[in-house]
Nanobody
Framework: QVRLVESGGGSVQSGGSLRLSCAAS????????MAWFRQAPGKERQGVAY???????IYADSGKGRFTISRDSAKNTLYLQMLNLKPEDTAMYYC????????????WGQGTQVTVSS
């Protein structure tokens, strides 16, 4: 059973930084594709940072230049470093995993809340 647990969210002021973590368990296969999504109240879930078929990271325009995804395979942990946060970044952030590029994101964490005040 794949389990994803996010942490690192919190409340920060505009311009602040946070680093989100996603600890994965139940599998150790580094070939899994892992990504970050977010969902703000009343809005659809959107991709924040996710790998393409070649595992190059695609960043949503909203986070380009400010967000960086990284992965520690030894710890089976995915990170999202977020700099210069803005109020519009306020959302629940989720990590997700899928077994292959053409598979659906079948595995999701419970989310971690990020709140940015102006």
């Amino acid at each position: 059973q794949v389990r994803l647990v996010e942490s690192g969210g919190g409340s920060v002021q505009s311009g602040g930084s946070l680093r989100l973590s996603c600890a994965a368990s139940g599998y150790t296969d580094s070939t899994y594709f892992m990504a970050w999504f977010r969902q703000a109240p009343g809005k659809e879930r959107q991709g924040v940072a996710y790998p393409d078929h070649s595992r190059n990271t695609i960043y949503a325009d909203s986070g380009k230049g400010r967000f960086t995804i990284s992965r520690d395979s030894a710890k089976n942990t995915l990170y999202l470093q977020m700099l210069n946060l803005k109020p519009e970044d306020t959302a629940m952030y989720y990590c997700a995993a899928r077994a292959g590029y053409l598979a659906a994101y079948d595995y999701w964490g419970q989310g971690t809340q990020v709140t940015v005040s102006s």
